[in-house]
């Protein structure tokens, strides 16, 4: 979700199946900065009351509630299907057998993590091994 290096497996279709959660997750956070934009607008405005008739694009604190409590319906709508895509994939991954091929495709699709962070992780030496790695269990994915 960040500009990390990503590993495209041989099998791209298994891998844009897998890298569901991620895309989902990559969008409820930008709707989640979107709705904090929203909030931090409306909490820096001071209401005045005038019976001067209101001008222009001037927005009150009303005005920023109206445009966020959709943006919220749709976030927490977004976070059910994160949660929902998490749990399919978590079912792919569990069809690899071996635990260490499990682990790495959890620390890579679930996680989101970097293969530098993943070779950290699990004390390997090069991120070459992890790509392997992510290669093999791709392979052994039952979809």
């Known amino acids: ?7 495209r497996p041989k099998d791209k279709r298994k891998d844009e199946i897998l890298r569901g959660y991620e895309y989902q997750m990559e969008l409820a956070v930008s709707l989640q900065n979107d709705l904090e934009k929203l909030m931090t607008g409306a909490t820096k ?6 019976d001067m008739p209101r001008g222009g694009e001037s927005l009150d604190i009303g005005d920023h509630v109206i445009k966020w409590i959709p943006l919220q319906e749709e976030i ?8 929902e895509e998490r749990r ?5 991954l569990d069809t690899v057998k071996m635990p260490k091929l499990r682990t ?3 620390l890579n699709y679930i996680e989101c993590i970097t293969q530098e962070e993943i070779a ?4 390997y030496s090069s991120t070459q091994w ?3 790695l ?10």
């Open 1 to 7: 979700m960040s500009n990390k290096a990503v590993c």
């Open 45 to 50: 405005m001071t209401n005045t009351i005038t």
């Open 76 to 83: 927490e709508r977004e976070i059910l299907k994160c949660v």
């Open 88 to 92: 399919k994939i978590i079912k792919y």
């Open 104 to 106: 790495v495709l959890q």
């Open 120 to 123: 950290e992780r699990m004390d």
């Open 130 to 132: 992890v790509r392997e």
């Open 134 to 143: 992510i290669n093999k269990a791709v392979e052994q994915v039952k979809i």
